[in-house]
């Protein structure tokens, strides 16, 4: 046991300082404009369970670097639809271009919370990707790949589990990190007058590049409005 | 940006406050998440078997005849078959041990089980079993009967095919399947959560918060004891042990025994039922009308391989209900097995 460090604070803040955008959206960077600087998207698909998500971004027309910043609430599915839940805010930015094809990154800053009969766990985390594509005016298709941290945990423990299955469980803030999952997988867009309609699909891998998680894939069907 | 540096100084405010007064404490730390192994905890009750320190304890007059429990899993722990130790009051030798890597016994690797190979079976279970009677039995004409459920029932009628002549009596509740085919039809079956469900949700989302290696024991028991705390497929709402609940609340799954059984399984495709046709004694098979996943039609299917049984079907109760509901256990359970062994 040691008293939390300076470090994870300063861990934290930093992610915190990077959240202008982070969402699993797609976006396509040939179709961003100065008259279309909001975006509003919506999603649903898989990614650790079955989960629907809203989302708002805001471009930041940087001349050679355009990025969107903003931020995504999703929930998976389930009897208790606000008992479980994850927040993503963040940014995402166009690196270098070359043609038709873009270089992009994506930072995210995550806090997700679970519950079940057991536990309620809460987690600060972050998600870094990258996506190589080609883009077209109204449509592109992209690789990307990524890694997402669960940085610090809390667990607050329900009397049952501490009656029926452990009565020393220990209750509070767990670090160092408690978990992270690889991904990589392709994303693509099609896009009509002012919405785009993304889908993208991958896999997931524990980051011993062993395990795999209970559900291994993520897909994700989603819809864009700019404005 | 105004709204966004608001959240911004929200975020970082929140986070500040949230960890400045806390301890940080580590996952996979014996003890923080799951209760400590009987290797790591020597007040703990223990013995040692093949190679391995098994938590386990036994109750009654030692030389009379033995009940041996044998819980589910592969992983799970004696726990819920405590009140059974309501035979000890009744003349029994009453022994509960839990299975290697399971409960609080000692953990292994997962390559130390898939080492065992074809033959794993046996050197890990049935050879772990022949041990644990020998070391509780204190002479060659002590009588032995089995009682398993679940996982446990179906390493009880193996290890009975296999020394049909060692084992007095044969206690079976609800085995899944005996042949390998049917054991995976029947946890298909009785874990089929619908897309949709909170159940299905539970076990898959809680994979972005923690995530353990291959090995990490700490880790993996505690995911899987959040799995597995209940099922309302096969009626577990939990257990009412009552006084028969021992002094501690130590629950421990075993995930890497659990993962290596089954892929174990996968591969060699054991046959539970081998041998079992060559034990001519009553065998007492029972499951419960509770369980979504056993209908009458299973019960038949899996009983037939008994060459002699008596069928017995647990009302209001389901899978570990026969066992963990101690109004039940007292009223319905512990009579029909004191009436079974003394019609032997």
């Known amino acids: ?227 | 940006m105004k709204i966004s540096l608001r959240i911004y100084l929200t975020f970082i405010i929140f986070s500040v406050f949230s960890f400045s007064c806390s301890k940080a404490r580590y996952i996979d730390e014996p003890g923080n998440l799951v209760p400590k192994t009987v290797d790591q905890d020597a007040t703990l009750p223990s013995i040692s078997v093949n190679g391995a320190l098994l938590h386990s304890e036994a109750f009654g007059p030692e030389d009379s005849t033995l009940i041996i429990c044998i819980h589910g899993g592969p992983g799970a722990d004696y726990r819920y078959m405590l009140n059974c130790k309501t035979l000890a009051t009744k003349g029994y030798r009453v022994v509960f041990y839990d299975q290697r890597g399971a409960g609080l016994s000692q953990r292994f690797p997962k390559s130390w089980y898939k080492s065992q190979s074809s033959d794993a079976i046996n050197k890990i279970f049935y050879d772990e079993l022949r041990g644990v009677i020998a070391h509780y039995k204190t002479s060659a004409s002590q009588k032995v009967i089995l009682l398993g459920q679940s996982w446990g029932a179906m390493l009880a009628t193996g290890y009975t095919g296999k020394y049909p002549a060692d084992v007095y009596g044969l206690i079976v509740a609800e085995p899944g399947g005996l042949k390998w085919d049917d054991v995976v039809d029947y946890i298909s079956e009785s874990r089929s959560f619908k897309l949709w469900s909170e159940a299905l949700n539970d076990a898959t989302y809680i994979d972005q918060f923690m995530t353990g290696k291959e090995d990490q024991h700490e880790i993996l028991d505690y995911k899987a004891g959040l799995m597995g705390s209940t099922n309302a497929i096969v009626g577990d709402v939990g257990s009412d042990l009552g006084n028969n609940a021992p002094s501690y609340v130590a629950s421990r799954s075993g995930a890497v025994v659990n993962a290596a059984s089954y892929e174990l399984g996968q591969d060699f495709k054991p046959d539970f039922s081998a041998g079992i046709n060559n034990f001519s004694t009553k065998t007492l098979f029972i499951y419960s009308s509770n369980n979504k996943a056993y209908p009458d039609s299973w019960a038949a299917r899996i009983a037939a391989a008994y060459p002699n049984k008596e069928i017995f079907k647990a009302q209001g109760v389901g899978h570990s209900g026969m066992f963990d509901h101690v109004n039940f256990w007292t009223t319905t359970m512990e009579p029909k097995i004191i009436s079974y062994i003394q019609s032997l």
């Open chain 1, 1 to 227: 046991m040691k008293v939390i460090t300076l470090k994870s604070i300063i861990t934290i803040i930093a992610f915190s300082f990077f959240q202008n955008k982070m969402y699993a959206q797609a976006v396509n960077w040939e179709n961003t404009s100065k008259q279309n600087k909001n975006l509003l998207h919506a999603n649903i698909g898989a990614e650790y369970g079955v989960t629907a998500g809203l989302g708002y971004h805001h471009l930041i027309p940087v001349k050679r670097f355009p990025l969107w910043i903003g931020g995504e609430f999703s929930i998976p599915a389930g009897n208790e639809l606000a008992d479980d839940f994850k927040v993503r805010l963040g940014t995402q930015i166009r690196i270098a271009g070359l043609n038709h094809f873009q270089f992009s990154a994506r930072v995210q800053g995550i806090a997700r919370r679970y519950h079940n009969q057991s536990v309620t766990l809460f987690n600060f985390g972050s998600d870094f990707a990258g996506t190589l594509g080609y883009y077209r005016k109204h449509w592109f298709l992209g690789a990307e790949a990524g890694f997402d941290k669960a940085i610090v945990i809390h667990f607050k423990h329900s009397d049952w589990y501490k009656k029926n299955i452990y009565d020393n469980v220990q209750d509070g803030w767990y670090e160092p990190a408690t978990g992270g999952n690889f991904y990589y997988g392709l994303q693509g867009s099609y896009s009509i007058k002012k919405v785009d309609i993304t889908i993208k699909a991958g896999k997931i891998l524990q980051q011993d590049f062993k395990s795999q998680p209970l559900l291994p894939f993520y897909g994700q069907l989603g819809i864009n409005f700019r404005f």
